[in-house]
């Protein structure tokens, strides 16, 4: 059974960083994908950023220059460092893990990231 749990989110200032961790436990196949999703109040889901096995990452256009994606594989782990953090970016955050030779996802639970004006 795979899991995510994600950690990090809170309340900051515009301007002001969060680096927002997630784990997976359980197993996936090393053709993989863990990224990050996120949705605001009446908005769909939207990518944030990804980070493929292969090492190739991806931003969107809204957080590029500001947000870094990393990843651990020896604690199956990954990350998204945020900085110069603006009201927009306030939703909740999720997890995800994508097994691309299962072609299944795996979402976390989500945690909130509120940026004050």
């Known amino acids: 059974q795979v899991e995510l749990l994600e950690s990090g989110g809170g309340l900051v200032q515009a301007g002001g960083s969060l680096r927002l961790s997630c784990v997976l436990s359980?197993?996936?196949?090393?053709?993989?994908?863990m990224g990050w999703y996120r949705q605001a109040p009446g908005k769909q889901r939207e990518s944030v950023a990804a980070f493929g096995s292969g090492g190739i990452t991806d931003y969107a256009d809204s957080v590029k220059g500001r947000f870094t994606i990393s990843r651990d594989n020896t604690r199956n782990a990954v990350y998204l460092q945020m900085n110069s953090l603006k009201p927009e970016d306030t939703a909740v955050y999720y997890c995800?893990?994508?097994?691309?030779?299962?072609?299944?996802?795996?979402w976390g639970r989500g945690t909130q990231v509120t940026v004050s004006s």
């Open positions: 359980g197993r996936i196949s090393s053709l993989n994908v």
């Open positions: 995800n893990a994508r097994d691309v030779l299962r072609a299944l996802h795996y």
